[in-house]
């Protein structure tokens, strides 16, 4: 879409996006093929997939140094760094997801170089304000807008950053500071310096990325109807105004909902007396929402006082209007009152009434008001371009539809009903066609139509409101969605991509072994920091008894740093309504990787490779011992990253089958593989 300049809508931000359109303009891609459907031969429509499958694959390999330079800088030893890098270098889902077109590879290494660039900013926290200083706290601001600007998601890392700026900012404020007080003055400077740096940057070139977006996709696209019709109108070749007409009383016309796409439709069958919930109806004509054109759409649109029978032309229909509409089949008037709606008791009822009736002591209940949100008053109104409420005049209900459609007595057609809530979003109508309109008449032939710019903080804002709306929408079911609480015990993953012929297939799944490792060490954290706690409340100093001095500011200051990234990035999603998948949770795999280095560290008590400013040294005499029990001790850690790494290695291998989609697997091999609740193919 970037490539061809046209108009689309997504959920996420575009900056990853617009990464891969980069490469694939670089390499020539004409961006004809538009990845719609699963198992489209790349091939046979010239896509170079592998200049685009090459960005996520670089992005993925880089962020194995990465996660092992966040623990080198954080002081830990070699073998630490080394078995946190191995965990995600072999890890099967990560590799999976950075084989594909697909965003995570950014979002991940974005999360890690953020981590990173952060430490490396701490380090130098004895240096306020020094080029080093500025270096890495942009260096992190920029990283974060990378991840903001990919997924919004990415918030989850600006709690993490901001979480520890935050716990360094209260240190900054504390007049018995080791290093000596501030000044309210010296505090603000801190504060203003790391609010530009880590909030200002980031969303300049957050919002930077929205302005690219903008400024590329400048023709009418497939992402058209998501936009309001002022957005539309600032992309060329849009056909609801090329094709937009001025509407007149006395036209008919169809009409046709926003979002479901259906007609206002309505035919001779009645409601039936009583609901299968013992509700009574008014047994009135049907009004419903019709998937398809059909004579039965069509509505005369009528004033609320008739105009003499020789001046009935030329009268423009205007935002604010007071109309009628009358079926024209069936020559019955739309008409809502106080009667419960088939599926909705709280809403009205929408049905038709007979012209006698309507022009007799119910003329008021087939009023309705055409609303235009955001509309001028009395601006002319507009097929396909005016997106209208329609409001029942007495009762102020607005027409609307939904989703679920009515049972067989209404042909399973959508219902049509009066909700109070007049200003949701889902009750926008918008009139379609003039069916009465004669193909010569001077009213068909349009002028053609010059974009109208929209200031970019406008299209930003509109934008952003219809992504997080549709992203919260996103609640239908989905055969592959999970919860959170399987994601760091891998109990299932998706199902990608299956070819029938050769029995191959591609599985989304992590690495067991290196993630039920990573789980339990968690949860060994959260069980050390509790019997540290408890201990200290017994006046038992355990962990620097054993473990030595400085042992406690680096188990809670640096591992639960990671710990802390970790929990950002996973509890927030219980609180999601959205589909949720497994591929939610490689942020936060990645940060438990992290908290698996250290604490392996920990158990096997390998000494700190930077020692933190906290650490008291040993006492005079004891340094030969020191020395030999830290060589035991790195052998005992050697030992345990070659056996970890080994069975990780052995998971990769076995489960590699899966994750590179070949080769195909006899019944025996599938279901080998077929651990917990894993839904593979061709078990059978």
């Known amino acids: 879409m970037y490539i061809q300049g046209t108009y689309f809508f997504d959920v996420h931000p575009p900056f990853a996006k617009l990464l891969f359109a980069l490469v694939g303009w670089l ?21 170079p997939y592998v200049a685009l499958r090459a960005l996520p694959a670089m992005l993925g390999s880089l962020t194995v140094p990465v996660v092992f330079l966040i623990m080198w800088e954080s002081g830990y030893s070699l073998p630490a760094c080394v078995l946190s890098a191995g965990l995600l270098l072999f890890d099967n889902a990560h590799i999976g997801e950075d084989r594909l077109i697909l965003l995570d590879a950014t979002l991940v290494i974005s999360m890690a170089l953020s981590v990173l660039c952060y430490i490396k900013f701490h380090k130098n926290r004895h240096q306020p304000f020094s080029r080093k200083w500025w270096k890495w706290m942009l260096m992190t601001g920029i990283a974060l807008s990378c991840v903001i600007s990919t997924k919004y998601v990415g918030v989850f890392t600006f709690v993490t950053i901001g979480s520890a700026v935050l716990i360094d900012l209260w240190g900054l404020l504390d007049v018995n500071r080791r290093q000596g007080k501030l000044s309210l003055f010296e505090f603000g400077t801190h504060f203003a310096a790391r609010a530009f740096g880590l909030i200002i940057v980031p969303f300049f070139i957050y919002l930077f990325w929205f302005q690219v977006h903008f400024a590329i996709l400048t023709k009418s696209g497939p992402g058209d109807d998501f936009m309001s019709p002022e957005f539309q109108a600032s992309l060329s070749d849009n056909p609801m105004f090329a094709q937009s007409k001025g509407v007149e009383y006395y ?24 609901y299968d919930d013992g509700r009574v109806s008014s047994q009135g004509q049907q009004v419903t929402g019709y998937p398809h054109n059909d004579t039965n759409n069509h509505w005369e649109i009528l004033p609320q006082v008739a105009f003499a029978s020789d001046n009935r032309t030329g009268h423009k229909v205007r935002n604010g209007h007071i109309v009628q509409l009358r079926h024209v089949a069936t020559n019955t008037f739309l008409l809502s009152h106080d009667v419960a709606s088939p599926s909705y008791p709280t809403n009205q009822e929408f049905t038709t009434i007979s012209p006698e009736e309507a022009a007799g002591n119910r003329h008021n209940d087939t009023l309705f008001e055409i609303q235009v949100p955001k509309g001028k008053a009395d601006e002319e109104f507009r097929t396909r371009s005016s997106l209208f409420n329609l409001i029942h005049f007495p009762s102020k209900v607005a027409m609307w539809t939904h989703t679920n459609p009515l049972p067989d007595w209404g042909y399973k057609q959508a219902e049509i009903n009066g909700n109070k809530n007049s200003k949701e979003p889902s009750n926008l109508w918008y009139a379609e066609d003039i069916p009465s309109l004669a193909p010569d008449s001077p009213r068909s032939h349009q002028e053609p139509r010059k974009v109208q710019p929209m200031r970019f903080l406008k299209k930003y804002l509109e934008l952003q409101a219809a992504m997080f709306h549709h992203n919260n929408a996103l609640t239908s079911s989905h055969p592959y969605a999970s919860e959170p609480f ?97 591929h939610h949770y490689l942020p936060s795999h990645v940060a438990s990787v992290l908290v698996t280095g250290a604490l392996v560290e920990f158990i096997f008590n390998i000494d700190p490779a930077g020692l933190s400013e906290d650490f008291v040294a040993s006492k005079p005499g004891r340094g ?28 990769f291998g076995f489960f590699a089958p899966l994750t590179y989609g070949t080769p195909g697997l006899d019944v025996a091999g599938i279901n080998a593989r077929k651990w917990l609740s894993y839904d593979l193919h061709f078990a059978k």
């Open 251 to 274: 036209d008919v016309l169809t009409f046709r909902h926003k979002d479901t796409k259906v007609y206002l439709h309505s035919h001779p069958d009645r409601y039936p007396l009583r």
């Open 624 to 651: 030969p011992l020191k020395i030999k029990h830290t060589r035991q001790s790195l052998l005992a850690i050697w030992a345990a990253t070659i056996a970890i790494l080994g069975a990780t290695i052995w998971g």
């Open 486 to 582: 399987q994601w760091p015990f891998l109990l299932r993953g998706v199902s990608f991509w299956t070819k029938n012929d050769t029995r191959e297939q591609i599985y989304f799944l992590g690495n067991p072994v290196g993630w039920w490792l990573c789980s339990s060490l968690l949860a060994v954290f959260v069980g050390i920091l509790g019997a540290d706690q408890l201990a200290l409340r017994r006046g038992i100093d355990a962990l620097e008894e054993i473990w030595g001095p400085g042992t406690r500011h680096r188990l809670y200051n640096s591992t639960g740093f990671f710990f802390l990234c970790w929990a950002a990035h996973y509890f927030p999603f219980y609180l999601m309504g959205r589909q949720r998948f497994l």
């Open 27 to 47: 390499v020539g891609f004409d961006g004809k093929f538009l990845f719609e459907n699963i198992g489209d031969s790349y091939t046979d429509n010239k896509v």
